[in-house]
């Protein structure tokens, strides 16, 4: 079962073969930055102009890598949301067209299970049965879920952010500081050889929150971002940078601030759960302080732990042909979406 995959939600473009839901045979990416970095964030107008532009070449490259033509190819995998409605639009009124020119049919794919499902993409190959029931801890720039997974296809929210995404957080703090866009990245780099003990920033909300939380939603494993950035504004307010130095140690403390929210929530769902084994997956999992966070709590808990490869982190279009291949080989229907979600929630099936 050969498909062909098309991711356009945000600010990447990309397309990606796979040949099963383990085997990619390509995966390209056009990444926008350049174009958004003097904003200092995504100006959707300008990434929906972009996509418009680069998609069609990055199909045929995708294509090409995986030696195979239109004919090769079995069926069409696309997101359908959440993300940029203009960004969505683009690969998904694309991958309709080309769905009823070459007469295959098309496979609506969430981003936000995508994401999941990237974990199981890479050389080291790990079936869905051998890590579940997993918890997962999803962090990109939109979004930041604790998720329950019994098997493909059947999630269960146990926590999220009330506010912003822990992804979002990086990239205010980074504006703060004046590290430029992507923030996460920036600020990783600008944390080297800082005391991550300089100043302590909030972790979030103690367990506090709104008082109409849905029943679903555990109050201890849920996400608050809003004050850690709040809290770096007033201080740079009091204290305006001095030094490189002064740079690297606010930058420390402020991903320290971010990661250790993050794996204090992963610690309690843990403790709280039986899961066989836990993963982060989104653009934020490629934080090495991060990873070393949970690969310390794994050894502590002895609970293992599966992290996506880096590569897989971030947006691709692997993941979303992967998705797909992965609902097709458990016998599922195709679901073929008659239009794009913006804000799609994480769905079982
Ligand atoms: O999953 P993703 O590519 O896009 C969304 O679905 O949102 O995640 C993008 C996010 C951005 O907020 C970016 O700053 C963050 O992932 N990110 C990182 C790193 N690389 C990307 N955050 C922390 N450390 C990194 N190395
Ligand atoms: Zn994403």
Same mark, same amino acid.
Request: glycine residues 8%; contains cysteine; charged residues 15%.
């Given at each position: 079962m050969r498909i062909l995959g098309i991711e356009t939600s945000c600010d990447e473009t990309a397309a990606a073969v796979s #040949? *099963?839901?383990? %085997?990619? *045979?390509s995966s390209e990416i056009y990444s926008q930055v350049e174009q958004h970095k003097p904003y200092g964030g995504v100006v959707p107008e300008i990434a929906s102009r972009d996509h418009v532009r680069k998609l069609p070449s990055i199909i045929k490259r995708a294509l090409t890598k995986a030696e195979c033509a239109y004919s090769d190819i079995d069926a069409l995998a696309v997101t359908y949301g959440p993300g940029l409605a203009s960004s969505l639009l683009v690969g998904f009124t694309t991958a309709k067209a080309l769905s009823l020119r070459i007469e295959r049919p098309l496979i609506g794919v969430n981003h936000l299970e995508a994401h999941i499902c990237s @974990?199981? @993409? +890479? %050389?080291d190959v790990v079936t869905p049965a051998e890590l579940c029931p997993l918890l997962v801890l999803l962090v990109s720039g939109g979004h930041t879920f604790l998720i329950r997974v019994e098997h493909p296809g059947h999630y269960q929210v146990l926590g999220k952010t009330y506010d912003d995404a822990a992804g979002e957080a990086l990239d205010k703090g980074a504006n703060l500081l004046n590290l430029g866009y992507p923030g996460g990245p920036a600020i990783e780099n600008a944390a080297s050889g800082g005391d991550p003990k300089f100043i302590h920033f909030p972790r979030g909300l103690g367990g506090k +929150? &709104?008082? #109409?939380? &849905?029943?679903?939603?555990?109050r201890k494993l849920c996400f608050s971002f809003s004050g850690v950035k709040t809290s770096l504004l007033y201080y740079l307010k009091k204290n305006p940078l001095q030094s490189d130095e002064h740079l690297r140690n606010l930058a420390a403390s402020y991903q320290e601030a971010v990661c250790d929210a993050l794996a204090k929530r992963v610690e309690g769902a843990l403790t709280s759960g039986d899961f066989k084994t836990f993963a982060c997956v989104g653009g934020v999992a490629k934080n090495k302080l991060l990873r070393s966070k949970l690969d310390t709590l794994s050894a502590r808990l002895g609970v293992g732990l599966k992290l996506t490869p880096m590569k897989f982190?971030?947006? #691709?279009a692997a993941m979303i042909a992967s998705t797909a291949a992965l609902r097709h080989e458990s016998g599922k229907a195709y679901f073929d979406p008659l239009d794009i979600d913006p804000n799609l929630r994480v769905l079982s099936w």
């Open positions: #040949n *099963a839901w383990h %085997e990619i *045979a @974990l199981f @993409l +890479g %050389e +929150g &709104p008082a #109409n939380l &849905p029943a679903h939603l555990d982190c971030t947006d #691709n």
